[in-house]
């Protein structure tokens, strides 16, 4: 493949790019120094790998840059050649990246699904990445509900925290964490996967307790609820007691030690408001 200076206004961007988000480099440099490293081109002058460095030169009003001109490249080869420039860079995001990589598989002959692991292996090693990373992104984009990829496209949210929730069986119950996960200080702890999984488990291992609707035909429900309120108040006594103690001990915590608590502190609080928030339509009803 050989390197020419080509014109840059004979140039043109490549549509169907993975990459969506391309911020540009500093003109400064290209205004100095040129262009570099060569980008490379088809027989058409369509970009294969360099956009970024192409639109930067533009933008720095040089009249050439170096292209490296690939003749017979095919769809596939194409993409895969922006994947793991890109992958290099690592200024892709990853909403971008799956996209792309499922775009690749799919213009194979074999199943996307993330089930393949002979696919998965494959595809990981031509791109460079682990097969790990692969597996978990593409079981994000076949089963993710829509609001786990917003928030993961508006880098909201991780997709390690997105698999994670997950984990829970019901899309109403992922979309629910996904909203609380979200509206709360949580967002500041979207890279916590660990954090999420822990929470996530104790959610699933938590006993279902299915109304009974007899209750309602005794009105035996006032001693349940009596109940419930005896053991609830020995559970909070213990847990402000905890809290008094804790008190003493937040100058000694370091910054992701207090970033914990203050959520956990968070949900407490949402807990106490939910709860007199239903006392006091109860309450208004009695009246």
């Known amino acids: 493949m050989k390197i020419e200076q080509i014109q840059i206004n004979k140039i043109k961007p490549d549509p169907n790019q993975p990459r969506k988000i391309i911020?540009?480099?500093?003109?400064?440099?290209?205004?100095?120094?040129?262009?570099?490293?060569?980008?490379?081109?088809?027989?058409?002058?369509?970009?294969?790998?360099?956009?970024?460095?192409?639109?930067?030169?533009?933008?720095?009003?040089?009249?050439?840059?170096?292209?490296r001109i690939i003749k017979g490249i095919t769809k596939e080869q194409r993409l895969e050649r922006q994947l793991v420039e890109n992958f290099n860079r690592k200024d892709m995001t990853v909403y971008d990246a799956i996209k792309g990589?499922?775009?690749?598989?799919?213009?194979?002959?074999?199943?996307?699904?993330?089930?393949?692991?002979?696919?998965?292996?494959?595809?990981a090693t031509k791109l460079g990445i682990s097969r790990r990373w692969l597996h978990e992104n593409l079981k994000f984009e076949e089963e993710a509900i829509p609001e786990l990829k917003t928030a993961v496209k508006e880098k909201k949210m991780s997709v390690k925290v997105a698999t994670e929730i997950m984990r829970l069986p019901e899309p109403k119950q992922q979309k629910q964490y996904a909203k609380e996960f979200l509206d709360t200080k949580k967002r500041g702890l979207t890279q916590d996967s660990n954090r999420v999984a822990e929470d996530i488990a104790r959610i699933n291992k938590a006993p279902k307790r299915e109304f009974d609707k007899r209750l309602l035909q005794t009105g035996s429900w006032i001693q349940s609820f009596r109940g419930s309120v005896?053991?609830?108040?020995?559970?909070?006594?213990?847990?402000?007691?905890?809290?008094?103690?804790a008190t003493k001990f937040i100058p000694a915590m370091d910054d992701k030690q207090k970033e914990r608590l203050e959520v956990d502190l968070d949900r407490f609080i949402e807990m106490l408001e939910k709860g007199k928030e239903l006392a006091e339509k109860i309450q208004e009803k009695i009246e």
């Open 230 to 245: 005896t053991d609830s108040r020995s559970q909070m006594e213990r847990t402000f007691k905890i809290l008094a103690i």
């Open 23 to 67: 911020e540009e480099l500093s003109v400064n440099t290209f205004k100095t120094q040129g262009t570099i490293n060569p980008i490379e081109i088809d027989e058409k002058n369509m970009i294969v790998t360099g956009e970024l460095r192409w639109r930067s030169a533009k933008k720095a009003g040089l009249k050439t840059i170096p292209c």
């Open 101 to 123: 990589i499922k775009s690749l598989i799919n213009m194979g002959t074999s199943s996307p699904k993330h089930g393949n692991d002979k696919l998965i292996q494959s595809t």
